[in-house]
């Protein structure tokens, strides 16, 4: 399985964005899915997860209440919807399949990574 994430930008604080993962296989829909970001000069930190059957999810402290991750089986396609951004937001995000296993929380229960997109909010 391959990742494309998409949907980053530059947005002011307090804007939105939508981001998208599109796997290039249907075996997309047997994973659970994590979002995770990575600003720089920071390690990568998880962010948001979904299971295999829409639920249930799971938020990092930091985005509960503001985020929502979601996925369309078929489009295999994952998304955040990111909203009342704020600049501590700013990172790449990444989106990756869970392992069978593992704390949902954790980079070292994730399979692999998608290629990021850029978020940046300003100011």
């Known amino acids: 399985v391959q990742l494309q994430a998409s949907g980053g930008g530059l947005v002011q604080t307090g804007g939105s964005l939508r981001l998208s993962c599109v796997a290039t296989?249907?075996?997309?829909?047997?994973?659970?899915m994590g979002w995770f970001r990575q600003a720089p000069g920071k390690e990568r930190e998880f962010v948001a997860a979904?299971?295999?059957?829409?639920?249930?999810?799971y938020y990092a402290n930091s985005v509960r209440g503001r985020f929502t991750i979601s996925r369309n089986h078929a489009k295999n396609t994952l998304y955040l919807q990111m909203n009342s951004l704020k600049p501590e937001d700013t990172a790449v995000y990444y989106c990756?399949?869970?392992?069978?296993?593992?704390?949902?929380?954790?980079?070292?229960?994730?399979?692999?990574w998608g290629q990021g997109t850029l978020v940046t909010v300003s100011s």
């Open positions: 990756a399949p869970r392992r069978d296993t593992g704390d949902w929380y954790n980079v070292g229960a994730y399979l692999f």
């Open positions: 979904i299971a295999w059957r829409g639920s249930p999810t």
């Open positions: 296989e249907r075996t997309f829909g047997s994973y659970g």
